[in-house]
């Protein structure tokens, strides 16, 4: 699809410039099974669509991408891991391990993403940190790092649980943040996807002593041309609930949904998903804006006039601080309100030094600022002196 250009016109001194009218959608606009939903824009981390967004709720297994991506962050995928008595008595689903069994971390988290084995999430948690608690609060601490406000993690695996932090729980928002980071911010994210993407997976203990297939059960991966990722979940409490990602055209988009749905309504979730995703294709394209705007030159108020003439207008050219790149891209629909806002001061008093700050040059998009860049005086400009008037003076005197 051919990008579009926007190119903004200079308004002065807080007038505001629209380049794209009407307002966004609104979450009642758009009917979903889930009872909380967001679509995110994955560059930016910006949510396009947001349904009782910051609602708290349970999560189940879309718990298990946190894992995922601290147990590739912080553990070598040839490492061995030992299943121990609390891992062996995880309830369905699960890999069926051993008190004792040994595997390799690598196999391991195939298991964990392609069969959301409950098993393998506490092995690699307690391989990783020790215990399941310790594993937690590094949960918690990455999922502060990542932004994330209402989100606590007290299990690997997403059962409901509660501990002295409280339940274990989420928003949509937060979620689709993880997932974001999972796939454009982590170190580890190419390895997140290769795992994630994987149809089917076997392996054995290390023992050899039995063998394992493992299927990927995220539909969303044939639903959608352009679908990169994703994980399902449920737990009674939870009911299910779906995080995933697309690519298309040079946008990613990432849609979270929980509450999508209880037994036997299991298909809701990949409803909601086409519908958000369809709508995100659909009505979000990227566009290219200029952050550059012709500017006038400022009166300078006792400033000594560039010609040397006492009696002439001081004036001082203004221009944009300078940057890489003015050209910035933004997904935007039509629905978007997007204004270029340039503030500036109409007159200066003497002296102005060159780079000195003059005003603003600043991109809105939906009353939110995206990019703000000084504009600049261009050069100095002494103030009129007493020696530099008498020095006129003479001069006049000695023309006559």
Request: glycine residues 6%.
């Given at each position: 699809?051919?990008?579009?250009?926007?190119?903004?016109?200079?308004?002065?001194?807080?007038?505001?410039?629209?380049?794209?009218?009407?307002?966004?959608?609104?979450?009642?606009?758009?009917?979903?099974?889930?009872?909380?939903?967001?679509?995110?824009?994955?560059?930016?981390?910006?949510?396009?669509?947001?349904?009782?967004?910051?609602?708290?709720?349970?999560m189940?297994?879309?718990?298990?991408?946190?894992?995922?991506?601290?147990v590739?962050?912080?553990?070598?995928?040839?490492?061995?891991?030992?299943?121990?008595?609390?891992?062996?008595?995880?309830?369905?689903?699960?890999?069926?391990?051993?008190?004792?069994?040994?595997?390799?971390?690598?196999?391991?988290?195939?298991?964990?993403?392609?069969?959301?084995?409950?098993?393998?999430?506490?092995?690699?948690?307690?391989?990783?940190?020790?215990?399941?608690?310790?594993?937690?609060?590094?949960?918690?601490?990455?999922?502060?790092?990542?932004?994330?406000?209402?989100?606590?993690?007290?299990?690997?695996?997403?059962?409901?649980?509660?501990?002295?932090?409280?339940?274990?729980?989420?928003?949509?928002?937060?979620?689709?943040?993880?997932?974001r980071?999972?796939?454009?911010?982590?170190?580890?994210?190419?390895?997140?996807?290769e795992?994630?993407?994987?149809?089917?997976?076997?392996?054995?203990?290390?023992?050899?002593?039995?063998?394992?297939?493992?299927?990927?059960?995220?539909?969303?991966?044939?639903?959608?041309?352009?679908?990169?990722?994703?994980?399902?979940?449920?737990?009674?409490?939870?009911?299910?609930?779906?995080?995933?990602?697309?690519?298309?055209?040079?946008?990613?988009?990432?849609?979270?949904?929980?509450?999508c749905?209880?037994?036997?309504?299991?298909?809701?979730?990949?409803?909601?998903?086409?519908?958000l995703?369809?709508?995100?294709?659909?009505?979000?394209?990227?566009?290219?804006?200029?952050?550059?705007?012709?500017?006038?030159e400022?009166?300078?108020?006792?400033?000594?006039?560039?010609?040397?003439?006492?009696?002439?207008?001081?004036?001082?050219?203004?221009?944009?601080?300078?940057?890489?790149?003015?050209?910035?891209?933004?997904?935007?629909?039509?629905?978007?309100?997007v204004?270029?806002?340039?503030?500036?001061?109409?007159?200066?008093?003497?002296?102005?030094?060159?780079?000195?700050?003059?005003?603003?040059?600043?991109?809105?998009?939906?009353?939110?600022?995206?990019?703000?860049?000084?504009?600049?005086?261009?050069?100095d400009?002494?103030?009129?002196?007493?020696?530099?008037?008498?020095?006129?003076?003479?001069?006049?005197?000695?023309?006559?």
């Open positions: 699809m051919k990008k579009r250009k926007k190119r903004f016109l200079g308004i002065l001194t807080g007038m505001l410039l629209l380049m794209v009218t009407a307002v966004p959608v609104k979450a009642e606009e758009m009917e979903l099974y889930a009872q909380s939903a967001v679509l995110m824009d994955a560059d930016t981390g910006r949510i396009l669509f947001g349904k009782k967004e910051k609602e708290v709720r349970a189940a297994s879309t718990t298990k991408i946190m894992t995922c991506i601290l590739l962050e912080n553990t070598d995928l040839s490492d061995t891991a030992e299943a121990s008595r609390n891992a062996a008595i995880q309830p369905k689903v699960h890999l069926g391990v051993y008190e004792g069994e040994t595997f390799y971390v690598k196999d391991l988290l195939y298991s964990l993403m392609l069969e959301s084995h409950n098993d393998a999430a506490v092995i690699l948690a307690e391989k990783m940190a020790g215990s399941v608690e310790a594993f937690a609060k590094k949960m918690n601490q990455k999922a502060e790092e990542i932004g994330c406000t209402d989100t606590h993690f007290v299990t690997p695996n997403g059962l409901d649980k509660e501990d002295a932090g409280g339940e274990h729980r989420t928003t949509a928002a937060d979620l689709a943040k993880i997932l980071y999972c796939i454009k911010q982590s170190p580890k994210r190419a390895e997140f996807l795992i994630t993407r994987t149809k089917t997976y076997e392996f054995s203990d290390i023992q050899q002593k039995r063998q394992y297939s493992c299927y990927n059960h995220n539909a969303f991966l044939d639903m959608m041309q352009g679908a990169l990722t994703g994980k399902t979940g449920f737990t009674g409490k939870a009911g299910y609930c779906y995080v995933g990602a697309l690519e298309s055209e040079g946008r990613t988009f990432v849609v979270a949904l929980l509450g749905g209880w037994p036997d309504n299991r298909g809701y979730k990949w409803q909601d998903m086409r519908k995703m369809t709508y995100a294709m659909e009505d979000f394209q990227i566009q290219e804006f200029f952050m550059d705007v012709p500017l006038p400022l009166t300078v108020e006792n400033g000594i006039p560039e010609s040397g003439k006492r009696w002439d207008r001081c004036t001082v050219p203004a221009k944009i601080e300078k940057e890489p790149e003015k050209k910035i891209q933004l997904l935007v629909s039509e629905k978007d309100q204004k270029l806002v340039c503030n500036m001061k109409t007159k200066l008093d003497a002296p102005v030094r060159e780079g000195m700050v003059v005003g603003s040059l600043c991109l809105w998009l939906n009353g939110e600022k995206i990019r703000e860049q000084d504009i600049l005086a261009e050069q400009v002494p103030r009129i002196s007493l020696r530099w008037c008498a020095g006129e003076v003479v001069k006049d005197f000695f023309k006559i």
